[in-house]
Nanobody
Framework: QVQLVESGGGLVQAGDSLRLSCAAS????????VSWFRQAPGKEREFVAS????????VYADSVKGRFTISGDITKNTVYLQMNSLKPEDTAVYYC????????????????WGQGTQVTVSS
């Protein structure tokens, strides 16, 4: 079992930055693939970024490439999502997800989910 707890969301203005945290417990960070997804009102949950087991590979959605960075701290068993140059279209609930296998972009592949953290970007 893996438990995930997200934090760091909030209300910011366009162009600002936020850092989301996903604290994992139950498994070592480097033994799981971890991804961030987001879901805006009325829209499907979409992939944002992933970190492979061991952290050697990161993948980003085209919409956030160059603005968001996913990273991990194995001493804290925590994955971060640094979000820069935020846009109103980034407004959503952000979820952290984990699985034992390879990190993928498909939400249905993930076994463990956090409760989500709201990010709101005003124009």
């Amino acid at each position: 079992q893996v438990q995930l707890v997200e934090s760091g969301g909030g209300l910011v203005q366009a162009g600002d930055s936020l850092r989301l945290s996903c604290a994992a417990s139950g498994r070592a960070l480097d033994s799981i693939g971890v991804s961030w997804f987001r879901q805006a009102p009325g829209k499907e949950r979409e992939f944002v970024a992933s970190r492979s087991r061991g952290g050697g590979t990161t993948v980003y959605a085209d919409s956030v490439k160059g603005r968001f960075t996913i990273s991990g701290d194995i001493t804290k068993n925590t994955v971060y999502l640094q979000m820069n140059s935020l846009k109103p279209e980034d407004t959503a609930v952000y979820y952290c997800a984990a699985r034992s296998g390879i990190a993928t972009m498909q939400a249905h592949n993930y076994d463990y989910w956090g409760q989500g953290t709201q990010v709101t970007v005003s124009s």
